[in-house]
């Protein structure tokens, strides 16, 4: 049985607070915690229901009754199993000379956070830069949606303006903007930064004046009178599918 200590503790790793307070996040699901399970992740302590089998661990493992996975468990029908998983900590020695990087300029959504980590994954990215005001990418929301791609893609928060300022003239900084250049027709380099900006706002100015290339992805709505722009992870997904697609025929 668990005690009121340790449904307080797990619950408390829904707040960023005491996340970074304890150095720990909480990740559920099957094919979720999986994935973590086979990575470099370290697992913490493991929470789960009869319904879900145990194996090849070394950590505190748990068996507990559907009602106390209720209790602890931050979703609306509780998978069988919950895992308390340590931070990851990753060298910022990313070098976009050599790699196509993602940069996140104060993205607010942890869905939209998740989905666009999921998507790096797809598309062979392996670092993304966030700025400091960019939302948690351990909070749960955030790791679900990430669906086990947050175990194959490094995620790092520093000062965004200071790190773009350091990158060699040689290193290509492609912004997506409302006034760029078509994405289709644009020049796509191997290696660089592409920068995604916030959902409401954009590219922040700041951020704005370090972009080298502009690019833009065109509607083709013609003829109606108000088409909604993209949610940041859907421009994401076809700005990385044009750049790794084209570069690959």
């Not at 789960?48 to 661990?57: A, D, I, K």
């Not at 000379?97 to 996140?104: D, N, Q, T």
């Not at 980590?117 to 749960?140: E, K, M, Q, Y």
């Not at 590219?203 to 690019?215: E, F, G, Q």
């Amino acid at each position: 049985m668990l005690s009121k200590n340790t449904i307080k503790r797990v619950k408390s790793l829904q707040q960023k607070k005491f996340r970074n307070e304890l150095g720990l996040f909480i990740a559920e699901g099957t094919k979720l915690v999986d994935e973590l399970i086979s990575s470099n992740f370290e697992i913490e302590e493991i929470y789960h229901t009869e319904q879900y089998l145990v194996t090849n661990v070394n950590c505190l493992v748990h068996k507990v009754s559907q009602s106390e996975m209720e209790r602890i468990s931050g979703l609306v029908t509780p998978s069988p199993v919950l895992a308390v998983v340590r931070f990851p900590t990753y060298k910022l020695d990313v070098d976009p000379s050599k790699e196509l990087v993602l940069a996140l300029d104060t993205i607010q959504d942890p869905g939209n956070m998740g989905t666009i980590i999921r998507l790096a994954d797809w598309f062979g990215i392996d670092n993304i830069v966030c700025s400091h005001g960019c939302t948690d990418a351990f909070a749960p929301k955030a790791i679900q949606a990430t669906m086990g791609a947050i175990a194959h893609v490094k995620v790092h928060y520093t000062d965004l303006i200071t790190w773009l300022s350091q990158q060699t003239v040689n290193c290509p900084i492609f912004g997506a903007c409302m006034d760029g250049e078509n994405i289709y027709k644009a020049k796509k380099e191997h290696a660089g930064i592409i920068v995604m900006g916030n959902e409401g706002n954009g590219i922040s100015p700041a951020v704005d004046k370090l972009i080298t290339h502009r690019i833009h992805i065109p509607t083709f709505a013609r003829g109606r009178q108000k088409v909604e722009s993209l949610n940041v992870a859907m421009a994401t997904a076809i700005i990385l599918s044009e750049f790794k697609g084209t570069l690959h025929q």
